[in-house]
């Protein structure tokens, strides 16, 4: 069993006087591990909203967001806050536009603050060592070898957005979202962090969202969904944004 996303009519409304804004409008889409959805449209669309909803950090009025992994299916929409946050740790990976890196730590010790998160201090030096490992894997798969030890001032803004998603995939997420990773990069780097995306998202196997107004990419996506006053149509093929 593979990694899935279904989201079946996910309606969310904020109040707005005294009436209430529709930011999201029976919004449907399937994903399956190892494939990436797109999803484009205007600026206050309800495209980050979406995405903050799937990865469980807003809760819908209605509708169900079912991540089907190997262990279950579960719909993320009817989980309590901490059940959701158990999950955001250990399911879902979330790759905000900015890197959001912590200017104090390495590039390695970015992804190892992840796998210890919600555990005790005093893990055990196995497990540190484990951790170690694995975060260099994944620094050398986002062509960050060498990189280990340096710390955010010291790296480009293509490399912060580099480890901000080896840092995602650190505890191997089924779930993976994934907002405007090229907003702050030229074409070139933009070009080269989109390849990357998709070459991980291959082999990790996660389901994938991913908001993007770069419509020069939309080729390596497997379906591209647009987003207009929060309803959400697929498209074919590429559209003006």
């Known amino acids: 069993m593979t990694n899935t996303l279904t989201v079946t009519d996910l309606t969310l409304t904020f109040p707005d006087g005294a009436d209430r ?4 409008d029976q919004v449907n889409l399937r994903v399956a591990g190892g494939e990436i959805a797109a999803i484009t449209g ?8 979406l995405l903050a909803t799937v990865s469980t ?14 262990s279950g299916t579960l719909d993320l929409a009817d989980l309590s806050r901490r059940d959701a946050a158990t999950l955001r740790r250990n399911s879902i990976g979330i790759v905000f536009q900015q ?4 200017p104090a730590l390495t590039a390695i010790e ?19 060592r484990e951790v170690r490992s694995r975060a260099k894997d994944l620094l050398a798969a986002v062509g960050l070898s060498g990189q280990e030890n340096k710390r955010p001032a010291q790296l480009s803004g293509g490399q912060r957005q580099r ?31 989109i390849d990357l995306i998709a070459g991980i998202v291959r082999e990790h196997g996660a389901a994938t969202l991913l908001v993007t107004h770069d419509l020069s990419h939309l080729d390596q996506m497997d379906s591209v969904y647009r987003m207009v006053d929060g309803v959400l149509t697929r498209q074919r093929t590429a559209v003006a944004a």
């Not at 970015?110 to 998160?117: C, D, F, G, K, R």
């Not at 998603?165 to 962090?193: F, K």
């Open 57 to 70: 950090l807003l809760r819908p009025d209605s509708g169900r967001i079912d991540l089907e992994t190997p």
């Open 99 to 102: 890197s959001n890196l912590i």
């Open 110 to 128: 970015q992804l190892e603050a992840m796998a210890h998160l919600g555990q005790s201090w005093f893990t055990s030096p196995a497990r540190r």
């Open 42 to 49: 205007p600026s206050g669309s309800g495209k980050s909203t």
């Open 163 to 193: 480890v901000n998603i080896a840092r995602a995939l650190m505890n191997d997420p089924a779930l993976l979202v994934i907002d405007e990773p090229t907003s702050a990069l030229d074409q070139e780097r933009g070009a080269a962090i």
């Open 21 to 24: 804004i529709t930011a999201l």
